[in-house]
C-alpha cells in the first residue's frame, strides 16, 4: 500500500538562485538554509517519488494556453533558470496514474509531455533536491491569471491524490512550492503582508486548515499569497496534521516561510502566536486587485515577453535593436516604447523598477518581471565571465 511519507511547504523564490545585489545575503542563506534542512528529510524517509505542487509564473505556459491544473507526464523534468539548467526524471507510471484518476474523480486535468519548468522548480531543485535522483511529478496549478480555482477545490483534488498514492505502492513526497507574502511586478512589490503570513502560519501549526481553505482567491490576491494554491492540494492531503515552521525570512519584497508537516516529530519551535483575525489585514474584498487577466490588445507584447524569456538569440536582438523587434511582433506607441525597459534593466541593481513601464503598456506584471530577471541575470552572468577571462 502506497503512503504519503514526507510533506512540506517551501519559497521558491528566484533570488535565491541568482542573488541579486538589492537582497541581503543573511536573508538568502537562512532561506536556502532551511531548504537543505527539508532536503535530509527526503535522505530519512526515501520516498519513491515526489509530487511536485508547483505554479506557472508565464514561464511555462503562455496566454496561447492557460490550464487550471496540468501535469507534465514525459520521462524528463527540464528546468532552466540563471544560468542553469536542472534535468530530473519524471516517474511517469505515476504521473499517467494520477491524470486517469483525477479526470474519472471528476477533475479536469491538462498534461504535456514536455513543458519547461520556471523557477517554481528550479529552486527547490537546487536547494531540496541538490542533486538527489528523486524521480517526481511535476504538478501545475494557475495561480496568476484569473479565473483561478478555489483553495477549496484545489484541497479536494489533494484528498483524491491522496486516494491515488495510497491504492499504489510507491512511498511518495508531497512538495508544495510556494508563498507567502509577494506581489511580484505591482505597486505593492515593496509591502508584503508579513502579519497575515504570521496568522496563516499559526492556523498551519495548529493544524486548523480550515482557516486557510475558507480564503477566497480575491482573498489571496489582496495578501499576496496566491501561490498557496500550491499548498492546497498538500493540506487537502493531509487533512489536519500540524505543520511546523522552520523559517520565515522576511525580505524586503517577499515572505519567504518554510514549513514541514510530515514526518511528525516533537517540536522544537513553539507555535507562532498572532492576537488578530489575519494578522490585523482588513479584506476589502472587491475582486482581484494586482493579478488580473492581461488586455486582448496586449496579446503582442506578452507574447514577445514569453518568447525573450525562452529565446537567447531573441534577447540579443532585442538588446541591439528594441525598436526593430517591437516592429516585428506589430507593437506600436507606448508598447513599443516599454520595451526598452528590457534593454535599461540590464544594469539595474534593482530589476523590479523597470517592470512599470511595461505593465502600465499592458503586460502581465509578473511575466515582465520574470522576463527582467531572465535578462538582468543573463547580462550579469556574461559580465562576470568576461572579468575572469
Avoid at 321 to 338: C, I, T
Wanted: with cysteine; glycine share 8%.
Amino acid at each position: 500500500m502506497g503512503e504519503i511519507v514526507a510533506a512540506f511547504g517551501v519559497c521558491h523564490a528566484p533570488q535565491l538562485i541568482w542573488r541579486p545585489p538589492d537582497e541581503k545575503p543573511e536573508m538568502m542563506d537562512a532561506s536556502i538554509a532551511a531548504m537543505r534542512a527539508l532536503g535530509k528529510v527526503l535522505d530519512e524517509t526515501k520516498p519513491d517519488a515526489i509530487i511536485f505542487l508547483g505554479s506557472d509564473h508565464l514561464e511555462t505556459y503562455s496566454l496561447n494556453c492557460v490550464p487550471t491544473f496540468a501535469l507534465v507526464s514525459g520521462t524528463r523534468a527540464i528546468s532552466h533558470f540563471g544560468g542553469k539548467v536542472y534535468d530530473l526524471p519524471i516517474h511517469r507510471e505515476l504521473a499517467e496514474d494520477l491524470l486517469e484518476k483525477l479526470i474519472r474523480a471528476d477533475f479536469d486535468i491538462a498534461y504535456s509531455e514536455f513543458a519547461e519548468l520556471g523557477h517554481t522548480f528550479a529552486t527547490p531543485f537546487e536547494y531540496v533536491l541538490e542533486g538527489r535522483d528523486i524521480p517526481i511529478v511535476p504538478f501545475l496549478t494557475n495561480v496568476y491569471l484569473p479565473p483561478l480555482p478555489t483553495m477549496r477545490r484545489c484541497a479536494a483534488m489533494g484528498r483524491e491524490i491522496r486516494k491515488i498514492v495510497e491504492s499504489r505502492k510507491e512511498r511518495v513526497c508531497l512538495l508544495a512550492s510556494g508563498g507567502m507574502s509577494h506581489y511580484p511586478g505591482t505597486s505593492k512589490y515593496h509591502y508584503p503582508e508579513y502579519g497575515f503570513d504570521h496568522w496563516m502560519i499559526a492556523q498551519l501549526e495548529l493544524g486548523n486548515f480550515d482557516a486557510i481553505l475558507n480564503l477566497t482567491p480575491e482573498q489571496l490576491d489582496e495578501t499576496g499569497n496566491t501561490e498557496m494554491l500550491n499548498w492546497a492540494p498538500m493540506l487537502g492531503a493531509l487533512g489536519s496534521v500540524p505543520g511546523e515552521l522552520l523559517q520565515y525570512t522576511p525580505t524586503w519584497h517577499h515572505g519567504h516561510g518554510y514549513m514541514r508537516f510530515l514526518p511528525q516529530r516533537e517540536r522544537k519551535n513553539p507555535v507562532t502566536e498572532v492576537l488578530k483575525d489575519y494578522g490585523g489585514f482588513n479584506f476589502k474584498n472587491q475582486g482581484f486587485e494586482f493579478y488580473v487577466h492581461p488586455p486582448a490588445s496586449a496579446y503582442d507584447l506578452n507574447r514577445l515577453l514569453f518568447e525573450v524569456r525562452h529565446d537567447s538569440g531573441l534577447r540579443e536582438r532585442i538588446m541591439k535593436d528594441p525598436e526593430a523587434v517591437g516592429a516585428e511582433y506589430g507593437l506600436e506607441g507606448q508598447q513599443r516604447k516599454s520595451i526598452r525597459a528590457l534593454v535599461d534593466a540590464t544594469t539595474a541593481k534593482v530589476v523590479s523598477e523597470y517592470v512599470k513601464p511595461l505593465a502600465d503598456a499592458g503586460a502581465h506584471p509578473l511575466q515582465a518581471l520574470m522576463c527582467l530577471h531572465t535578462i538582468a541575470s543573463e547580462s550579469r552572468r556574461k559580465l562576470q565571465e568576461s572579468h575572469t577571462k
